[in-house]
DNA sequence: TCCTTAGTTCAAAAGTTATTGAACAATTGT
DNA sequence: ACAATTGTTCAATAACTTTTGAACTAAGGA
């Protein structure tokens, strides 16, 4: 079973850009760069929203074309369209990324641990 | 008389994504990039909308803090914000009016001209 | 089999954005 | 002073987006 994805060609700029410009979504981004290469499933976000609200914004990731969903048993394993956001649209997400990091009224995924530690 | 504009550094990421992100403001941007160093204004973009619409998207990019206007007689020249967007997001300008370049889905300014020279 | 975990779907509500037309304001040219 | 040009404001409406909770599906483990 898998998911509907927009082929690398069919991903919209101001699509990508619409749905980047959430702060929420713009977080899940962030913190997906941050960890590449580890896979990710839905509920590693729940610092972000409540588990609906997430489906509906990694739902919208994955339409955009900003993101890979890929169905693990009962996981979502969710990863970035580096390679096909890059080759449509050069340097883009790069520098979304490298603004997005530096920008502290995002969302923090993991917030909750700076209490836990403390 | 002037019209309020962000400072530079209270330009936010996921506002200049959202703002960035409808294909009208999108064209918008675009046009100024390629005219860069020309001043515009408002009825340069009648292509794209309404007047009344026009001064609703671009003060929306005003607010936003991607574009400066500058009141001048009755006129409102719009430029682009190269400098400051560069040095908050860098490459995120560059790399967004690339990609809209090659967007053919983008409505186009000075689309009618092609029909009066035919 | 039964329970839990992971995530989706649906419908409703709330909030936001885009578009329109009519009326307005300010400047410029005659 | 008058008219034309440029653009704004306002209120209404239409269209979309976000958020919520309850009900659901599907896989995995006890």
Redesign the pocket.
């Known amino acids: ?1 898998t998911l509907p994805h927009p082929a690398a060609d069919q991903i919209s700029l101001p699509n990508v850009l ?1 749905v980047l410009g ?1 702060p ?1 979504r713009l977080a899940i981004v962030r913190y997906l760069a941050s960890k590449e290469g580890v896979p990710l ?3 590693q976000f729940l610092d972000l ?12 990731l994955r339409e955009a074309g900003v993101t890979r ?1 890929e169905v693990v ?4 394993l969710i990863t970035l369209r580096r390679d096909d956001l890059n080759a449509r649209f050069p340097g883009l997400l790069d520098s979304v990324i490298a603004a997005a990091v530096d920008d502290p009224a995002l969302p923090a995924v993991g917030a909750s641990e700076i209490e836990v530690r403390a």
Chains 1, 2 share one sequence.
């Open positions: 079973m619409a959430d929420t499933n839905c509920s929203g409540s588990k609906t609200n997430l489906s509906y914004h990694l739902a919208k969903t048993g009962t996981s979502r």
